[in-house]
């Protein structure tokens, strides 16, 4: 067979699997991502490093982390600027007596996809944030503005989470996991599960299920179980 028959056939042998493995990607773009980081001084960076030695048993300088997992949520805010006002702040509030026990860190999330499907960036995705017990020293936290059941989230929304999804994935190989806030517990007994404390769980439902078995149908590469 000719030569580049030959290469002609690779070729389309590539793209034949690229295709099998990112069906809906082909003509997808990186998302536009607009920094609007949260305040990260100081305090907060101790506050995470204590966080990561008293639960995780990790003893760092810095708050770095190598992403292996994504998790998606949903707000339960109704607009952008309330979620960023919720999570800029360093120390957690008050009004947050549920978590408050296990650490005066703040909760935050890695990146915010308005309703209309705007990213914004709150802080590099390779440094910890407090988004998912047992799991943040290794995942990247997704906030959707909307209802905590996922019942209102857009289509704009779900177009930008698969979009932002599979950049993320693509640029940090060591990602295998998406799941949902609601099943992070599936992975207490799985190597990436690293929460020292047994009573530390809340209930979670966001982003629902509906939501993630839409995203997983378009990026369906990744794993959401151990």
């Given at each position: 067979m000719?030569?580049?028959?030959?290469?002609?056939?690779?070729?389309?042998?590539?793209l034949t699997?690229v295709a099998?493995?990112f069906?809906?990607y082909?003509s997808?773009?990186?998302p536009?991502?607009?920094?609007?980081?949260?305040?990260f001084g100081?305090?907060?960076k101790a506050?995470t490093?204590?966080?990561?030695?008293?639960h995780?048993?990790i003893?760092?300088n810095?708050?770095a982390i190598?992403p292996?997992?994504?998790?998606?949520?949903?707000?339960a805010t109704?607009t952008?600027?309330?979620?960023?006002?919720m999570?800029?702040p360093?120390r957690?509030?008050?009004?947050r007596?549920?978590?408050?026990?296990a650490?005066?860190?703040n909760?935050?999330?890695h990146f915010?996809?308005?309703?209309?499907?705007t990213?914004?960036?709150l802080m590099p995705e390779?440094?910890?944030?407090?988004?998912?017990?047992?799991?943040?020293?290794?995942?990247?936290?997704?906030?959707?503005?909307?209802?905590?059941?996922g019942?209102?989230?857009?289509k704009?929304?779900?177009?930008a989470?698969?979009?932002?999804?599979?950049?993320?994935?693509?640029?940090?190989p060591?990602?295998?996991y998406?799941?949902?806030?609601?099943e992070?517990?599936?992975?207490?007994?799985?190597?990436?599960w690293?929460?020292?404390?047994?009573?530390y769980?809340?209930?979670?439902q966001?982003?629902?299920?509906?939501?993630?078995k839409?995203?997983?149908?378009?990026v369906?590469?990744?794993?959401?179980?151990p």
């Amino acid at each position: 067979m000719p030569k580049p028959l030959l290469a002609l056939l690779g070729l389309l042998l590539s793209l034949t699997l690229v295709a099998a493995l990112f069906p809906l990607y082909l003509s997808y773009k990186k998302p536009d991502i607009i920094d609007r980081p949260i305040q990260f001084g100081p305090e907060r960076k101790a506050l995470t490093l204590k966080y990561m030695k008293e639960h995780y048993g990790i003893d760092a300088n810095d708050t770095a982390i190598t992403p292996q997992m994504i998790v998606i949520h949903a707000t339960a805010t109704q607009t952008a600027d309330e979620a960023f006002a919720m999570f800029n702040p360093e120390r957690l509030p008050a009004r947050r007596s549920d978590i408050a026990d296990a650490s005066a860190l703040n909760v935050s999330a890695h990146f915010l996809v308005d309703r209309d499907g705007t990213v914004y960036r709150l802080m590099p995705e390779t440094r910890m944030a407090r988004h998912v017990i047992g799991l943040n020293w290794c995942a990247i936290g997704i906030e959707n503005v909307g209802k905590a059941d996922g019942s209102d989230l857009t289509k704009a929304q779900l177009k930008a989470d698969a979009e932002l999804v599979f950049y993320l994935a693509t640029r940090y190989p060591t990602i295998r996991y998406l799941i949902g806030h609601y099943e992070y517990t599936k992975f207490e007994n799985s190597p990436l599960w690293k929460e020292k404390d047994p009573d530390y769980r809340t209930q979670k439902q966001d982003p629902g299920e509906a939501f993630m078995k839409k995203l997983r149908a378009l990026v369906h590469n990744l794993r959401h179980e151990p």
